[in-house]
């Protein structure tokens, strides 16, 4: 079972940048595939980016395409998500997640384990 906690999250000026990281427990991390999430006030979580177990595979939302870029160490349990050229829509409680697959996945219900969130407000 894992356990995940994310930092990482602040207020940042539109345009600016912040790197959100998800540690995870357990010594089954490289085994898990790993997905970040948001949800803002009023909508549903979505999914941003994902990542299989040996980050060959990634996915990314389009709307942060070539904006974010998701990563993991495996040696340190952890998970990244650069977030750069933020803009106010990216505002949002973000969401680390992990499931007991090799494969990544981009819907919420794919995933078992959760974190407890961070946000990350982007003024304009």
């Known amino acids: 079972q894992a356990q995940l906690v994310e930092s990482g999250g602040g207020l940042v000026q539109a345009g600016g940048s912040l790197r959100l990281s998800c540690a995870a427990s357990?010594?089954?991390?490289?085994?898990?595939?790993m997905g970040w999430f948001r949800q803002a006030p009023g909508k549903e979580r979505e999914v941003v980016a994902a990542v299989s177990s040996t980050a060959y595979y990634t996915y990314y939302a389009d709307s942060v395409k070539g904006r974010f870029t998701i990563s993991r160490d495996n040696a340190k349990n952890t998970m990244y998500l650069q977030m750069n050229s933020l803009k106010p829509e990216d505002t949002a409680v973000y969401y680390c997640a992990a499931r007991a697959r090799f494969d990544i996945a981009t819907t919420a219900g794919s995933y078992a384990y959760w974190g407890q969130g961070t946000q990350v407000t982007v003024s304009s």
């Open positions: 357990g010594r089954t991390f490289s085994s898990y595939a």
